[in-house]
């Protein structure tokens, strides 16, 4: 018997990006962000993969995974199983643009909602700093460890 391999982009994407499936999709990042009793995400809305260019020469490109949850946040989950050289920079790069389009003209900055990636990939990104599963990433003061904002937040899990 074979089986579909999850981690391929079309796979991944029909089973936890399709409205029809969205218990599974609630039930893996409930499970990944470590939700539980009144902290769980309850529903999710499935959002726009399109990135489109900010300007005539910018970047466009598609994403796997986006919701927005019943808190408000925005989750994007991107899937890659061939080494990218610049991952790091790409995967930032996503959160920034998703992030940054959470705002329209007139709207203040305090409304912007927590946004969290969620990279799944078939390599190590970090081979020489942890052999971790699942590392989970926020930006703090470097001596005082005092986080700079909750509204950041990076998970990585390791497939290979």
């Known amino acids: 018997m074979q089986y579909l391999d999850l981690k391929m982009d079309f796979m991944f994407k ?8 969205k218990s599974i999709t609630m039930a893996f990042l409930n499970a990944l962000l470590h939700r539980k009793e009144d902290d769980r995400i309850v529903d999710v809305q499935f959002e726009n993969t399109e990135l489109t260019k900010e300007t ?3 970047k466009t490109g598609r994403l796997d995974v986006i919701v927005r949850t019943n808190r408000g946040e925005r989750i994007h989950v991107e899937i ?4 990218q050289y610049g991952m790091p920079e790409r ?14 003209k007139g709207e203040r900055y305090v409304t912007l909602p927590p946004t969290i990636m969620i990279a799944i990939l078939n390599y190590p990104l970090f081979p020489h700093e942890t052999d971790r ?3 989970v990433f926020h930006i703090r003061e470097d001596e005082e460890q005092f986080l700079w904002s909750h509204h950041l937040e990076f998970h990585v899990l390791d497939f290979s």
């Not at 029909?14 to 499936?21: E, I, K, S, T």
């Not at 890659?80 to 080494?83: K, N, S």
């Open 14 to 21: 029909q089973l936890f990006g399709h409205p029809n499936r």
């Open 56 to 58: 005539e020469d910018g």
């Open 80 to 83: 890659q199983i061939i080494p």
């Open 91 to 104: 995967l930032l790069y996503y959160w920034a643009r998703l992030f940054s389009s959470s705002l329209s």
């Open 133 to 135: 599963f699942h590392t």
